[in-house]
C-alpha cells in the first residue's frame, strides 16, 4: 500500500492527471459553446481547416502532416485546437534566441579550422560532399590528425569513461538523456564529487523526460549541493501545451577540453549488462583525443548557456590546437549536433549523404526504425544502385508498440532488396552506420521521427580513420549472431497483426 501510495503522489501521474483535467476542461468548454452558439461552431470549423492548409503548406515531413491533417478533418471542432497545443512544432523563444546566439558564438572557431577544407583532396567526392553538407548544415568543420577509439560494448565505454574521468583536472561536462541510480552511476557520481571538492568545474546535464521515472524532482539541487552543478533540460510542467516533444537526446562527456565521448550509452546499469532488462544490452560508442573535441565543449555550452542564468563563454573552455601538434593520425572528423530549433535536420542528411555516397556496401544499427517517405526512397534508391544495404534491429525490444511499427517497415524494405537483421542475444541500442570500409558515423541518432526532427542529436562521421577496421569488425559479430529476417516471415504474419501494425504506422510520427 505505502508503495501504491507513493506512487501515486509521483511526478508523472501528477502531470498525467494535470494535463488530463486540463484536456477534459477544453473539452467541456468547446462541446457547450459551439452547441449554444452557431457562430462559435462555424469559427472553429474554418480554424481547422486553415490550420490544415498551414499544415499541408510547412516544410515538414510528409507523414506527420498526413496524421494532423487526418486527425484534424476526423475531429474539426477540436481538431484545429488540440494541434495548435500539442502538434505545432513551436520552439520556445528564449530557446531559439539563445540557439541563435550560440551558433554566432561559436561560428568564429569554426571558421580558424576552414583553412582545413582548402587542403582536402579533391579528388576525394565522398569527403568533399560531406564537408560541404556539414558546412551548410550549421557550420560544422571538418578536423585532421584526431584520434579515434570506438567502443563496441558500453561495458568498455564504461571503463573509459572512468579512466579518463581520473584524470580531469580542469572541467567536466556531462550531458546525457538518462542519469539512472545504480553502480554505473554511483561510481560515476563519487569521482565527480571528489573533482568538484578538488576545484574542477563539474556540469552535469540530465534530461528531466528522459529521467522522468529514475530521478527525484528535486535531484539536480541535490547535485548542486555536492558542488556539481546541474540542470534538467527542459523540465516537464503540468500545463496542457507543453513543449516536451524536444527532449536533448545527446550523450556527451568533455574532459578538459582533451578527450570526449559520444555514441547510444546513457547513464544506467542497463548499458553496462550489471542489470538485465531485455536480453543481452549492445550499445557503441566512440572517444575523440585532438582539436575536434572543441565542437562537444561548444555544443554542451549551448545547451547550458539556454538554462543557465549566468553566460558561460567558450573561450575560457576551448584548447589552443598548438597543445595537440604532435597528433599525427590518418583521416578526417567531423563531430556535428542537431537541434530542433532550424530546419536543417543535420542529423537525417548526414543518413541521406552516406546512403547517397555509398558505393559497395551501408551497414547500419538502429534500436527504432521508424521511416518517412523520404528514407524509405533513399534506401531503395541504393540497393537499386547495386549497394549492400543492411540494418540491424533488436530482437526483445524494449518499446513492444514502437517495435511493431519498427516490423511493419520489413516487408516494404526486404522486397526493396534491403537485409534486415533482428540481434537474437537481446537489446541493441548503438546508432552507427558504416560505408565501403571508408566512412562511418557513430552517435545518437536513431532512425526515426524523433531523432530526424524534434530531439537535440550529436555524433561524430569519420572518414579514413583508424578505427573503421574495428567499426566493421564489430557489425561482422554482430550478424554472426543475429536472425536475417525473410520475406516469407513477413508474407506469414497474421493478418490480424498486420492491420494493427499499419495503423500505428499512421501514428508513428508521434512515437
Avoid at 562537444?296 to 590546437?321: G, K
Avoid at 521508424?370 to 533488436?394: H, Y
Avoid at 530482437?395 to 537483421?421: H, W
Wanted: charged fraction near 20%; charge should be neutral; glycine fraction near 6%.
Amino acid at each position: 500500500m505505502h508503495k501504491i501510495l507513493k506512487y501515486c503522489k509521483s511526478k508523472p501521474i501528477y502531470i498525467i492527471l494535470a494535463v488530463l483535467l486540463q484536456f477534459l476542461t477544453l473539452f467541456f468548454l468547446v462541446s457547450y459553446f459551439s452547441q449554444r452558439f452557431f457562430i462559435v461552431y462555424y469559427i472553429l470549423i474554418i480554424f481547422s481547416l486553415c490550420v490544415c492548409m498551414h499544415i499541408i503548406n510547412r516544410d515538414s515531413d510528409s507523414s506527420s502532416k498526413l496524421l494532423w491533417v487526418l486527425l484534424i478533418m476526423s475531429f474539426p471542432i477540436f481538431g484545429g485546437v488540440v494541434y495548435l497545443l500539442l502538434g505545432n512544432r513551436k520552439i520556445p523563444k528564449a530557446l531559439m534566441v539563445k540557439d541563435r546566439q550560440a551558433y554566432s558564438d561559436y561560428k568564429k572557431y569554426a571558421l580558424q579550422n576552414i583553412e582545413i577544407l582548402s587542403d582536402l583532396h579533391e579528388d576525394d567526392y565522398v569527403l568533399d560532399k560531406m564537408t560541404s553538407m556539414a558546412w551548410t548544415n550549421g557550420y560544422f568543420p571538418v578536423y585532421n590528425n584526431c584520434l579515434l577509439t570506438y567502443f563496441p560494448s558500453g561495458e568498455e565505454q564504461y571503463q573509459a569513461f572512468i579512466q579518463e574521468l581520473i584524470k580531469a583536472e580542469d572541467f567536466i561536462f556531462m550531458e546525457f538523456f538518462i542519469i539512472n541510480k545504480g553502480v554505473m552511476w554511483n561510481t560515476i557520481l563519487q569521482i565527480l564529487m571528489d573533482k568538484a571538492a578538488m576545484g574542477v568545474d563539474v556540469r552535469v546535464i540530465y534530461d528531466d523526460m528522459g529521467c522522468l521515472t529514475y530521478l527525484p524532482r528535486d535531484y539536480a539541487k541535490c547535485l548542486n549541493a555536492f558542488g556539481i552543478q546541474t540542470h534538467a533540460f527542459n523540465p516537464l510542467r503540468p500545463q496542457l501545451a507543453m513543449a516536451m516533444n524536444n527532449r536533448d537526446h545527446r550523450k556527451i562527456l568533455v574532459i578538459d577540453g582533451k578527450v570526449a565521448f559520444t555514441g547510444g550509452c546513457n547513464i544506467s546499469d542497463e548499458y553496462i549488462n550489471t542489470k538485465k532488462r531485455f536480453g543481452h544490452w549492445k550499445d557503441m560508442g566512440c572517444m575523440i583525443k585532438g582539436a575536434g573535441v572543441e565542437m562537444f565543449t561548444i555544443s554542451f555550452l549551448q545547451i547550458w548557456n539556454y538554462q543557465a542564468s549566468e553566460y558561460t563563454s567558450y573561450s575560457r573552455f576551448i584548447q589552443n590546437r598548438e597543445i595537440f601538434s604532435s597528433l599525427k593520425n590518418p583521416g578526417y572528423i567531423i563531430p556535428f549536433s542537431d537541434s530542433p530549433t532550424d530546419e536543417n535536420n543535420t542529423s537525417l542528411n548526414m543518413h541521406l549523404n552516406m546512403l547517397g555516397c555509398a558505393k559497395d556496401y551501408c551497414w547500419i544499427t538502429t534500436p527504432y526504425l521508424i521511416l518517412d517517405a523520404e528514407m524509405i526512397s533513399s534506401l531503395k534508391l541504393a540497393v537499386s544502385n547495386g549497394v549492400d544495404v543492411r540494418i540491424v534491429v533488436p530482437g526483445i525490444p524494449d518499446k513492444k508498440m514502437v517495435y511493431e511499427v519498427t516490423k511493419g517497415n520489413f516487408d516494404t524494405l526486404i522486397k526493396a532488396g534491403v537485409k534486415i537483421y533482428e540481434y537474437t542475444p537481446g537489446f541493441i541500442h548503438g546508432k552507427v552506420c558504416i560505408v565501403d570500409d571508408s566512412s562511418a558515423l557513430v552517435g545518437t541518432v536513431n532512425m526515426d521521427f524523433r531523432s530526424y526532427y524534434q530531439h537535440y542529436e550529436c555524433g561524430v562521421w569519420m572518414h579514413e580513420t583508424t578505427c573503421l577496421t574495428d567499426i566493421k569488425n564489430d557489425f561482422e559479430e554482430i550478424f554472426k549472431v543475429s536472425h536475417e529476417v525473410s520475406l516469407e516471415e513477413c508474407v506469414n504474419t497474421n493478418p490480424a497483426v498486420k492491420v494493427y501494425r499499419n495503423i500505428l504506422k499512421v501514428f508513428s510520427p508521434i512515437m
